[in-house]
C-alpha cells in the first residue's frame, strides 16, 4: 500500500486549505497519519490516487445509501448537467423531489429547499422563534447541528445554566439563547423546558443521535420530548441530516413513531451532491417569505443537477431496500459482538438500519459523556489495521459507519474477518 502521491498532495493542500482539509475530520487528527486522497467511488469501493481501493464504510458520510455512481443516478445527473448546471429560477426537479419527500415523511406539509445540513437546522430554528415569538432554543450534548454560531454551543457548568460557545468567534451573547440538555436524560430535560417554559421556542434533536457515534434514544425519550414541547408551546424540531432516508423510508419518525413539528433533511435527498431542505406544519412554513415576514434565500437552493441526483435516489429506496439494508446490519452486529465476546475486551456495538458504530473501551453508550469515555488509542491502532487489511472506516471513534446497497454479504464478512484478526 503505497501513498506517496496522497502525501504529496496533502503537503500541496496545506499550503491552500487550513489543516490541509476542508473539512475538519478529513485531516485524520483523531486517528495519526495523512489522509488519503480519492480518485474514484463505484459501488462499495472507493480507489485512491494511488492505485489503493478500499472497501467503504463512510459512503460520503451516509449519502451514498445506493452506492457510489449508481448508474441510474449518473444517468440522472448527466441529463439534469447537459440541460444546464444551475438557472436561478424554478425547475419540474425540485417539484418532483419535494413531492416524493412530503409523501416519504407526512410531517413534512411543506417544506423549502437548500444546500446544505447546517443551513436547514439555521433556518429552522429562525422559522421556529418566528412561530413563537420566543427567543431561546434546546439542544442535547453531543448532537451536532451544523456550525451556525447559535448551535455551536455545550454546556455550561451547572443545572439549567446557558450554554457557552463551542468555537472561537461565536459570541456568549449568540449562544445565551441556547441550553444543552443531555441525550436520553428525560427528568434533566424535563425541568430544563419547564424552568425555560415561556421563552422556548423549540426543541432540537437528533432522533437517532449519529455525530458522537450511533447513540439510540432510550424509550420513551422521544415521546417525553413530543409531550413536553406540546405542553409548553414549544415546536419539536427533528434533524434527520443523518437518518432522514437511512434508517427507513419516512426516517426516524416513521421508525420510532414520534411526529415532529418540523424536520432537516440533508445527504441522502442530494443522492451524492449537496442539497438539503426544512420543512413541517405548512401554517409554520408559511412564516418563509415571500408569503411572510421570515427570510431566507439562496442561489444554489432546489439546482436542477442535485435535484436529479436526490430524485433518483429515493426512487431506488422504494420496495425492499430497506429489508436488505436491515439484513446486511443485522449480520455485522451479531458478527461484531460474536467478536467482542472472544476478545474479552470492553466493548459496546451500536445500530439502528444500516448505521453503525463500534465504541472500544467501554460497555454503555447513551450519552455524550459516556461516550467520551471510549479509548482512543485503541480505536486509532483499530482503525490503521482495517485500513491496512482494505476497509476504510471514518476516520474517528466519534463517528457513525454506513453500509449501502451496493454493499454484499462477502463486504460485510470480509469486515468482519479482518476485525476479528485485529481485535483478538
Known amino acids: 500500500m503505497t501513498t506517496d502521491l496522497s502525501t504529496t ?4 493542500a496545506g499550503d491552500l486549505f487550513p489543516g490541509g482539509v476542508n473539512s475538519p475530520v478529513r485531516a485524520w487528527r483523531n486517528v495519526g497519519g495523512g489522509p488519503r486522497f480519492i480518485a474514484s467511488a463505484r459501488g462499495a469501493t472507493i480507489t485512491d490516487v494511488d492505485g489503493t481501493t478500499y472497501c467503504d464504510f463512510v459512503a460520503s458520510w451516509g449519502a451514498a445509501i445506493a452506492g457510489h455512481a449508481h448508474p441510474s ?5 448527466q441529463s439534469a448537467a447537459a440541460a444546464g448546471l444551475g ?3 424554478p425547475c419540474p426537479a425540485e417539484v418532483e423531489l419535494g413531492q416524493a419527500i412530503t409523501r416519504a415523511i407526512p410531517s413534512i406539509e411543506k417544506l423549502r429547499m437548500v444546500s446544505s445540513g447546517t443551513e436547514a437546522l439555521m433556518s429552522a430554528i429562525r422559522v421556529a422563534r418566528a ?5 431561546k432554543i434546546l439542544k442535547f450534548a453531543g448532537c451536532y447541528h ?3 454560531d447559535g448551535l455551536l454551543a455545550r454546556a455550561g457548568s451547572g443545572a439549567l445554566t446557558f450554554a457557552v460557545p463551542d468555537s472561537a468567534g461565536v459570541p456568549e451573547a449568540v449562544t445565551s439563547h441556547t441550553l444543552v440538555a443531555d441525550y436520553n436524560d428525560i427528568e434533566g430535560t424535563k425541568a430544563m423546558i419547564e424552568a425555560h417554559a415561556d421563552d422556548l421556542a423549540a426543541v432540537v434533536i437528533e432522533p437517532i443521535a449519529a455525530n458522537m457515534g450511533v447513540v439510540p434514544p432510550t424509550p420513551g425519550f422521544l415521546q417525553a420530548l413530543r409531550d413536553l414541547t406540546s405542553a409548553v408551546g414549544a415546536l419539536l424540531i427533528f ?3 443523518i437518518c432522514g432516508f437511512r434508517v427507513a423510508f419516512g426516517g426516524a419518525q416513521e421508525r420510532l413513531g414520534v411526529r415532529p413539528d418540523m424536520t432537516c433533511l440533508a445527504k441522502i ?3 451524492g451532491l449537496p442539497a438539503g431542505c426544512f420543512g413541517g406544519r405548512a401554517e409554520i412554513m408559511d412564516l418563509l417569505a415571500p408569503d411572510g415576514p421570515v427570510y431566507q434565500a439562496g442561489t444554489l437552493s432546489g439546482n436542477p443537477v442535485a435535484m436529479a441526483a436526490g430524485r433518483e435516489t429515493l426512487a431506488l429506496l422504494e420496495g425492499d431496500a430497506y429489508d436488505r439494508l436491515e439484513e446486511l446490519g443485522s449480520r455485522i452486529e451479531i458478527g461484531l459482538n460474536d467478536i467482542i465476546r472472544v476478545a474479552g475486551r470492553p466493548a459496546v456495538v451500536q445500530r439502528v438500519g444500516s448505521m453503525f458504530t463500534l465504541f472500544l473501551g467501554i460497555d454503555r453508550a447513551s450519552n455524550l459523556t459516556e461516550v467520551e469515555s471510549l479509548d482512543r488509542d485503541a480505536f486509532r491502532a483499530f482503525f490503521h489495521a482495517m485500513l491496512e487489511r482494505g476497509f476504510y472506516l471514518p476516520p ?3 463517528e457513525a459507519s454506513f453500509l449501502s446497497l451496493a454493499h454484499t454479504e462477502a463486504d460485510v464478512d470480509g469486515y468482519l474477518a479482518a476485525a476479528r484478526e485485529t481485535l483478538t
Open 396 to 398: 474517528s471513534p466519534f
Open 9 to 12: 498532495l496533502y503537503e500541496r
Open 146 to 148: 451544523g456550525h451556525s
Open 87 to 89: 438557472y436561478g429560477a
Open 73 to 77: 443516478v449518473v444517468a440522472a445527473v
Open 131 to 135: 412561530f413563537t415569538a420566543r427567543p
Open 269 to 271: 435527498i442530494g443522492g
Open 239 to 241: 434533524d434527520e441530516v
